[in-house]
């Protein structure tokens, strides 16, 4: 073998013993794929309940739970029962709700008032929008973030009831969006793309004939203005040297 062969083979090995080697993964267990599975048709929302036409608020019972694996270990499926006894699923955060609970759901399109019972980061992170509809008239609401990571299929949110003092005494299917003041987004943009009205001005008082105080105060003026006249017109005669009469 030459000697620019053995340096060849030299760096070759060096090249090799210089490169980082990662430990293999495991390979995948049955466990690991089913979580896997569960995930992707959690986000594409597939195989689960949806209600038909989501109420903007009310309250639900939850009727089953279960915490979501591989999920970081964060997050849990719910199955609720809704207005009429229509059922659907959610994604929530562990721990927020749990079986025989009853919870405020809040749909997806529902604009919250500024209270901070509804900054719960453990049920969504919120977003402030002011409405401004004209002066004087700003409308401030929270937006509530749905559609996000594992949320992405939802049709809402969950609140914990107990937070609600408003909702004591309330049964399941019972909708709330009245009381607890929120308002739908789709109709507040409806709202700010009505055509506003032209700005207020005070009405503009119609003329008034002149009464006869004003009528004999002009007609004096007038005499006093003819007098003033004629004494002009004798005095540019008598300037003159013209007889006055």
């Not at 970081?72 to 699923?89: D, F, S």
């Not at 929008?129 to 004087?136: A, E, I, N, R, V």
């Not at 008239?137 to 749905?146: A, E, F, G, I, T």
């Not at 009528?215 to 003033?228: M, N, Q, T």
Request: hydrophobic share 40%.
């Amino acid at each position: 073998m030459s000697d620019g062969e053995d340096l060849k083979e030299e760096g070759a090995s060096g090249e090799e013993t210089g490169k980082r080697k990662w430990p293999k993964k495991p390979p995948k267990t049955e466990e690991d794929l089913v979580a896997i599975a569960l995930l992707d048709a959690l986000r594409e929302g597939t195989g689960y309940e949806h209600p038909e036409k989501a109420p903007l608020a009310c309250v639900v019972r939850v009727l089953e739970y279960a915490d979501i694996p591989k999920a970081k270990e964060a997050y849990a499926l719910v199955r609720v029962r809704g207005p009429n006894g229509e059922t659907w699923h959610l994604s929530v955060r562990r721990g927020t709700v749990a079986v025989g609970d009853l919870a405020l759901f809040v749909s997806a399109d529902a604009a919250l008032p500024v209270d901070k019972r509804f900054r719960n980061e453990a049920v969504c992170s919120v977003k402030e929008k002011t409405y401004k509809f004209g002066f004087g008239m700003d409308l401030k609401r929270l937006l509530p973030h749905v559609k996000r990571h594992i949320f992405h299929f939802n049709s809402g949110v969950l609140f914990p009831a107990s937070d609600f003092k408003e909702l004591k005494g309330t049964s399941e299917g019972t909708r709330v969006d009245m009381l607890l003041r929120i308002d739908s987004q789709t109709a507040l943009k409806e709202r700010l793309q009505q055509p506003r009205g032209k700005a207020w001005r005070p009405p503009v008082q119609p003329a008034r004939k002149p009464g006869i105080l004003a009528k004999i105060a002009e007609l004096a003026s007038r005499r006093l203005g003819h007098a003033a006249a004629a004494r002009a017109e004798m005095e540019a005669r008598r300037m003159r040297g013209e007889s006055v009469r």
